[in-house]
């Protein structure tokens, strides 16, 4: 079974350029979230898609990030514009509709804004 | 105001010892508990975990012990390999919301 797939694993931008982040979860998942990870922290969740629904976007900044969910499936996360506290990895996880306690996560993606 | 917290950030132990990772938290309103082991470079993955309703969770060599009137929850490794030397999150669920504390760097010394 293929996992939690990310693209791009690194990205490197100066503040107040946009860049995006894609996910394909783990087939028949319909729970999606995005995590942002800043250096010796835990992951923090920004966003939690059910199909194409959002759940949970509380702790998304809005008025710099946007994620989508499309048919259900993949999804992408958007900074515009990105700020040096943005630095950090963004983390794709999945899990099916009735465990969503237990996550499957993506590499990741690390975030460098200089 | 930090509701799961690991308060050693790193943890060194000799290989074949025991490990004990630990976990506080705050919110009486979780209802799961996680642990996720995490190497360089790589996303989180699940290691084991606990339903409120149990005190004790056990998988190999892995425990999870549950301690619902000390809000406090360990991992254990008996006995400890070089291969566990990852950071450790303790995470806590409330109606499929998880909460992640910062982590413990585990090294497990041959």
């Known amino acids: 079974e293929a996992g939690v797939a990310q693209s791009p694993r690194y990205k490197i931008i100066e503040k107040r350029q946009s860049v995006a982040f894609w996910c394909n979860p783990i087939?028949?998942?319909?729970?999606l979230y995005w995590y942002q990870q800043i250096l010796g922290q835990g992951p923090k969740l920004l966003i939690q898609?059910?199909?194409?629904?959002?759940?949970?976007d509380s702790q998304l900044p809005k008025d710099r990030f946007s994620a989508e969910r499309l048919k259900g499936v993949d999804s992408t996360l958007k900074i515009q514009p990105a700020k040096l506290e943005d630095s950090a990895v963004y983390l794709c996880?999945?899990?099916?509709?009735?465990?969503?306690?237990?996550?499957?996560f993506g590499p990741g993606t690390r975030l460098l804004v200089l | 105001d930090q509701q799961v917290k690991q308060n050693s950030p790193s943890l060194s132990v000799q290989e074949g010892r025991i490990s004990i990772l630990n976990c506080d938290y705050t919110?009486?309103?979780?209802?799961?508990f996680l642990w996720y082991k995490k190497y360089p470079a790589e996303g989180p993955t699940f290691l084991i975990s606990?339903?409120?309703?149990?005190d004790k969770n056990e998988d190999g060599r892995f425990t999870v012990f549950l301690n619902k009137s000390a809000k406090h929850l360990s991992l254990h490794i008996v006995p400890s390999q070089p291969g566990d030397s990852a950071v450790y999150f303790c995470?806590?669920?409330?109606?499929?919301?998880?909460?992640f504390g910062d982590g413990t760097t585990l090294t497990v010394k041959p």
């Open positions: 996880a999945s899990s099916l509709p009735d465990q969503g306690e237990t996550q499957y």
């Open positions: 087939s028949g998942h319909a729970t």
């Open positions: 898609f059910q199909n194409n629904g959002v759940v949970d």
């Open positions: 919110n009486s309103m979780f209802d799961y």
């Open positions: 606990i339903s409120s309703i149990k």
């Open positions: 995470a806590a669920s409330d109606a499929g919301k998880s909460t």
